[in-house]
């Protein structure tokens, strides 16, 4: 496929998908208190925003969690003893190597991110990226706006979707 032609698929697919930045300012003013009435059709609310309360004891509380990320082997019961030494150093490895990827990326700061920006829009998105430098190579996570995302418009579930896109800017040196 040449490359405009898979620019202009790309084109496509991100104009005719399904857009969730108008929801997303909605959802956010309303949790942020600038939506006070008329939000639930004609009937006016109260100006009292407790959105934003509710949410952020949902944020911290589940912040608060006591709960590990662990690489774990799957490992027999019929195993030898040196064969589960083998794959428990190789998890270990696995697991030091994930907590350093963690840490690099800021991983609390993008959890609660992720949370907060779930609990509002009821999606949200992390992005796993690998930068190639000078022969090196380094993971990064980038957090992902609910608005900078699309969707296929057909799809009724997470299961039946064809695409997910999402933007981002690129220095056009890059692009080319």
């Given at each position: 496929?040449?490359?405009?032609s898979?620019?202009?698929?790309?084109?496509n697919?991100?104009d005719?998908g399904k857009?969730f930045?108008?929801?997303?300012?909605?959802?956010?003013d309303?949790y942020?208190?600038?939506?006070?009435?008329n939000y639930f059709?004609?009937?006016e609310?109260?100006?009292e925003?407790?959105i934003?309360?509710?949410?952020?004891?949902?944020?911290n509380?589940?912040?608060?969690?006591?709960?590990?990320?662990?690489?774990?082997?799957?490992i027999?019961?019929l195993?030898?003893?040196?064969e589960?030494?083998?794959?428990?150093?190789?998890?270990d490895v696995l697991n030091?190597?994930?907590?350093h990827i963690?840490?690099?990326?800021?991983f609390?700061?993008l959890k609660?991110k992720v949370?907060?920006y779930g609990?509002?829009?009821?999606?949200?998105?992390?992005?796993?990226l690998?930068e190639?430098?000078d022969g090196?190579?380094?993971i990064?996570l980038?957090?992902?706006s609910?608005?900078d995302?699309?969707f296929d418009k057909?799809a009724?579930?997470?299961k039946?979707?064809?695409?997910?896109?999402y933007?981002?800017?690129?220095?056009?040196?890059?692009?080319?």
């Open positions: 496929m040449e490359n405009k898979l620019w202009k698929l790309v084109k697919l991100w005719n857009s930045e108008d929801k997303y300012k909605k959802f956010y309303y942020d208190g600038k939506l006070t009435k059709g004609n009937e609310k109260t100006s925003n407790i934003e309360e509710i949410i952020e004891t949902k944020v509380a589940t912040l608060d969690a006591p709960f590990t990320i662990q690489v774990v082997p799957s027999s019961p195993k030898d003893i040196s589960v030494n083998n794959h428990q150093t190789i998890a030091e190597e994930m907590h963690l840490r690099c990326n800021n609390q700061e609660e949370i907060r609990e509002i829009m009821g999606f949200s998105a992390i992005q796993t690998i190639e430098e090196r190579a380094e990064k980038e957090y992902i609910p608005e995302i699309r057909g009724k579930s997470f039946d979707l064809s695409f997910i896109a933007k981002k800017c690129v220095p056009p040196q890059i692009v080319k």
